[in-house]
């Protein structure tokens, strides 16, 4: 066999394993060669005593952030809510890993709201307190090798639902200045009311005190009859107006009351979801090169299989050559 096609064959073969792996495969198998994974955390249920709303209706969480957000620049507070996910790689150990991530969460303060696991992967999501996902952090990779753990934590401005909570507020002090001002007509009638039933009884008593024996008896008799049956009238005018005032006042300030407490209720929500973190972790069962790989990255890429098929293909073709130089000279 000549030296050309000899170079014509080890080309092919230097050329065919790239071919395999990053054309071929992907074509026919749907193969992801770069293994790139996207974590993404569910929707948390509002439980028990760390309570979260479904947030995802304002913040959305796919490696990335699309969340309840103001355009404006005016307003440059920031009310940050964050997740965390992550994915651990676990060689033959997924089950016991996931129990750590248990433990771990529990000993700080958190709460396991979703949790699957098999000899091959496992799935859990959670809360925990702001302040312990350092500490939740710590305790992970303390039990898990670090090299071994991707991590992702994510934070969204809530702004725009702080935004909502206090323009509702604002609504709900107009609301009750509202029922102030029926309150205050309520007090004011109250006096008009009160002026009324006087004069009704000032007349009421003079009536009783007219002296039968007065020529003049019951002229006056009739006179005063006449006035207080208007004043009867002006009372019970004022007294409805009063009672209007009052109903209305009542009515106002129990809707005011009813929306003051739902508000207050959804502020706590929303501090206790400020103060929460969502979590989610994914533990996937890795072989051998995996697990090599996770461990070792550069050593990874000089015993990867291509590379190994490299280096004795080279080997083999040194050999080949000096053969053939040997034959020649001899």
Known sequence: MTNKKINIIFLILLVLPFLVYYVLFPMFFGVNTNRAKTITAPSLPQIGGIREESYYSD?????????NTNESISDVREFMKVFYSSTIYSYRNVMADAELVK???????????????????????????????DDFRK????????????????????????????????QIGKEKEQADSYKNLAAKQLTVLNSEKSKLSSLQNRVKNLNSYDENYYTVKA?????????????????????????TFQNLKDINDSNQEHLNSENDKFDDKLETVSGNISIRSVDTLEYVQKLYPDLYYLFHPVSLYLLVLIVVYLIIARRKKTAIVG
């Open 223 to 247: 006179d005063l009859e006449s006035q207080i049956q208007i004043a009867k009238t002006k009372v019970s005018s004022a007294q409805g107006t009063y009672n209007s005032y009052l109903s």
């Open 103 to 133: 433990e771990a969460v529990k000993l700080n303060d958190g709460r396991v709201n979703n949790f699957s696991s098999s000899d091959f992967s496992a799935q859990i999501s959670f809360l925990v307190p702001k302040s312990k996902l």
């Open 139 to 170: 305790k992970i990779k303390n039990t898990i090798n670090q090299k071994l753990i991707f991590e992702n934590i994510t934070e969204t401005n809530l702004l725009g639902e702080k935004q909502n909570l206090e323009n509702r507020e604002d």
């Open 59 to 67: 913040a959305t969480y796919n490696n990335g952030v699309t969340g």
